[in-house]
């Protein structure tokens, strides 16, 4: 996987003033373009389309300081308008591309990413492979703002929002793995990007042929493998340090990759006020 992602990193210097084409150019490196930016964003610490964003405008800058007039600077790049380059290369550089122009700067310049491995080996990742049948994920969904770090607080207000008995009721309504009360992410962004919106359903899993209840949401998970993350410790911090290691470490050294679907939170055990948890993270997956 670095070395699909180096390769992405070198076309999209090539491509700078043109359409990369994302998925031709994933297939060519065998793999899908969902998993190569989920891996881009997970590693790059960006979203893909923001990477290319930042370093259309940081090469353009030297067009900018340069003799040619805007509006060619702004074709060359892709814009229709020198008004929307105009926007563009402000929300990179702090500054309007005639203030660059007057006085040389400030630039917030983007570097050329290289990918590299570091193999520290001082981490297992307690991980296990299956095969799943068709189910359900049923439940209350409801559209939230996806947040990397720390508690959701949209989440947390999803879940407090249910009655005490609801969680009893969908708990006896489970009947398959993954087991006990799931948190369910689904409808995510390719490029995991903060901020963006996401169908968060809190619910359990049922076989394909179980009745749905008419008040619940429901989600149609298809047949598939999963890889399955087993943690322990604070919560959340020890689920999404396990949730960017799969990114850092496991995705780069076996032959699997993410395929589209939601990923699922079952939570195992639990301490009094959710301090410390026992999870799985379930992701579905394919051979790469």
Request: net charge negative; proline share 6%; glycine share 8%.
């Amino acid at each position: 996987m670095i070395a699909e992602l180096n390769r992405l990193v070198e076309l999209v210097e090539e491509h700078l003033n043109d359409d990369l084409g994302l998925a031709s150019l994933a297939s060519e490196l065998g793999t899908t373009e969902y998993h190569l930016r989920r891996m881009f964003s997970s590693l790059a610490g960006m979203p893909l389309s923001e990477y290319i964003r930042r370093r259309r405008m940081s090469v353009a800058a030297a067009d900018v300081l340069g003799t040619g007039d805007l509006l060619g600077i702004a074709v060359r790049y892709g814009y229709g308008s020198a008004e929307a380059f105009g926007r563009a290369f402000r929300s990179v550089h702090g500054v309007s591309h005639g203030d660059v122009k007057r006085d040389g700067g400030p630039l917030r310049m983007q570097p050329q990413l290289r990918f590299r491995l570091t193999v520290e080996g001082n981490i297992t990742m307690d991980t296990r492979i299956t095969d799943r049948p068709a189910f359900r994920l049923i439940g209350h969904a409801a559209r939230v703002t996806l947040i990397h770090e720390g508690i959701n607080p949209h989440i947390q207000a999803h879940i407090a929002s249910l009655p005490v008995s609801e969680h009893a009721r969908l708990k006896d309504l489970g009947d398959t793995q993954p087991a006990g009360l799931l948190q369910v992410s689904a409808d995510v962004d390719p490029d995991y990007t903060e901020g963006s919106e996401l169908t968060y359903l809190h619910g359990v899993a049922v076989t394909d042929t179980t009745p749905v209840p008419g008040d619940l949401d429901s989600i149609e998970i298809s047949a598939g493998t999963w890889a399955v993350f087993h943690t322990e410790g604070e919560y959340p911090a020890a689920l999404q340090e396990a949730w960017a290691a799969t990114a850092t470490d496991w995705f780069p050294s076996n032959p699997w990759r993410l395929r589209p679907g939601p990923s699922i939170v079952s939570v195992l055990d639990r301490a009094d006020g959710f301090s410390t948890a026992t999870c799985e993270l379930w992701l579905p997956v394919e051979r790469a």
